[in-house]
């Protein structure tokens, strides 16, 4: 077991108990706090393979953005912050099989995949991955189309947002 | 590799040497020194922020024309180790229907998010944590997470004025961060890397601040909102909602958060000094004279980078008590419709400057001159819409009419 | 360190223990004698009027919103900003191309009036 295995299952543990705890939790602010951790897990797993700019895009933007909105939502317009009721509908017995069957099947498709027992090529040493990112986000035989549209597509995010929001004022 | 010329990878290596010697394989031994390192860098700012109690309230007792703490030890210097033992035996009151986990937690994150940021800060050549190739994105993850502490303390501690206030600092906080990061970028692109050391290293010729002193401005401007301090304090307005989001905390809970609001303040006064002002550099190549050479040792740069970083604290605090407070709608508004479309344009205008002028000898007079054109025409352009205000004000005034005297 | 981040991690569990040390401290030798009015809820010195829930301007809601989708934006332009001194002119001007589609999403925030009032 090295250290990187190590640390790869405490913080799958992780996330995967803070992911119960915020389907689970009757608090509704909890529940955001509990994302908050398994999003931060997400972002320990980056820095496990050593893309650091992505894990430290992880905490920007959906620890320091997301994160802060869903709060905000939940403060905005709940009076009342605890789920009162079941935690459960009276279907939730087909729903554990579904859920049981949807595994297994992922798990036999995932198992006969010939990328788990291979080892990835390894990357040169002296490769600048930032730089090339950067390279390739501009360069026109690369990305520069899905870039120019990214764009466009957070502008749509945003005249929407000011409908929803305009609609609501009146 | 002596002491002096070198001293963390000489004491990193003793201790490696003394852990093999014991028997540890080289990865723990590792990882031990590495801990070791950790401890001691984050004394380093813990000193540092108990100082800084010190400096604190000497220098607001001077801004308004009276003395401070002089009666502990001489020139009160000891002050903030009473004030410690004072906070750390009051008793800690947990206000009822506060949600005990979260209302714990809230102080921890905000002073740990603080310290973690002393991980990339390049104190002198050869002391700092690490070296990682995205520095400057660091600063702004860890400062989210400053971000959620507030929300936190603000909702846990069941106390409408606690809430109000934390919704105003976290608009505040996540509004000024637009600004910040483009003047964070505008050292990315004439330096062209992110690794805080590398912004430093590009410095050894010219400081930044002669190619961008529009963006040093957009920096402390965005920088002083962050932190939360005056004038854009009204999360802690003492007159309108007493302590704002940390009303309900006492002793030393109350003193994590107000350590980390300090170390925070001189921390982003060492990153100005970084990004602007060299950093732990700054004699311009006079140390490769032969007769210099004693300049480039490490100690004389941690000297140069603490010093650089007092001047910059010492700015963020004569701003502090010298301005009056501005309204949360003012301080919204002066974000969104000023100061982030001035960010972006100069951003663009950085980067185009950049481009061109970059192989020619006008560099540093073009950039220098784009900077100040685009302060002028912003000048003119708020000039123009307040004259134009102001005569729409007079028209619409009421005519004063004259009272005919009996 | 082979890893950066394994030292950055090691930072993050001893910069959380850090602060707790003086907090387990002020546990042991600080006095605990609750009583229900030193832990009433906080108003100035007088009895607490009303609930303390409050409805808040949902005009908060609508800054974090913008600010998403400028905060994205900005991570967008990271790599550009780096890569930028390695390119040629036509790199700049695609990303000014990028900020001036969103400075036009922000002019029309600002005409639509959802940037007023805080």
Known sequence: MTPDQIIFLLCAALIVSSALMVVT??????AALWLVAALFGVAILFGLLQAGFLALVQVVIYIGAIAVLFIFAVMLTRREMRDKGPQVNQNWGIGAVLALLTFGG?????????????????????????MMLGKALVSPDAFVLPFEVASILLLAALVGAVFIASASKD | ?????DPINFIAGWLRSVFTDWGLTDGPANVITSLIGIVVMILFAMLIAIALVWVERKVVARFQDRLGPNRIGPFGIFQPFADIVKLIIKEDITPAGADKAVFNMAPVMSLASVILIWAIVPLASKIYGVDINVGVLYLVAVGS??????????????????????????????????PMVVALLIPTIIAGTMSVKGITEAQSNLWFVVLSPLGLLLFMISAIAELGRSPFDLNEAESEIVAGFHIEYTGMKFGLFYAGELLHAFTFGGFMAVLFFGGYGGFFGL???????????????????LVKALIGYWII???????????????LTFNWKFLTPLAFVLLMVTALFDKILAPTQFYVLGMFFSNISLAWIVIEILRRISKRERIEHERNAEPVIQVAHP | MQNEWLYIGLFIVIGVIVPIVPLIASHFLAPHKPNPIKQSTYECGIETVG????????????FALVFLVFDVETVFLFPWA??????????VIEGIIFILILLAGLTFTWRKGLLEWA
């Not at chain 1, 939790?25 to 909890?30: D, G, Q």
């Not at chain 1, 995932?110 to 930032?130: E, H, R």
């Open chain 1, 25 to 30: 939790t009757r608090n509704l602010v909890h």
């Open chain 1, 106 to 130: 992922l798990a036999y498709i995932l198992s006969s995949w010939d990328g788990f027992s291979s080892t990835a090529k390894a990357i040169p040493l002296g490769t600048d991955s930032l």
């Open chain 2, 1 to 5: 590799m002596t002491f002096w010329n």
């Open chain 2, 145 to 178: 997470f400053g971000t959620l502490s507030v929300i936190m303390a603000g909702w846990a501690s069941n106390n409408k004025y606690a809430l109000i206030g934390a919704f105003r600092m976290v608009a505040t906080m996540i509004s000024y961060e637009i």
């Open chain 2, 287 to 305: 140390e490769k004279l032969s007769a210099f050479t004693w300049l480039s040792n490490p100690f004389i740069e941690l000297v140069v980078f």
């Open chain 2, 317 to 331: 605090m004569w701003v502090k008590y010298s301005m009056p407070r501005i309204r949360i709608d003012h301080m």
């Open chain 3, 51 to 62: 609930e303390s829930w409050v409805q808040f301007k949902s005009q908060y809601y609508i």
């Open chain 3, 82 to 91: 780096l890569a930028m001194g390695n390119l040629p002119l036509f790199a």
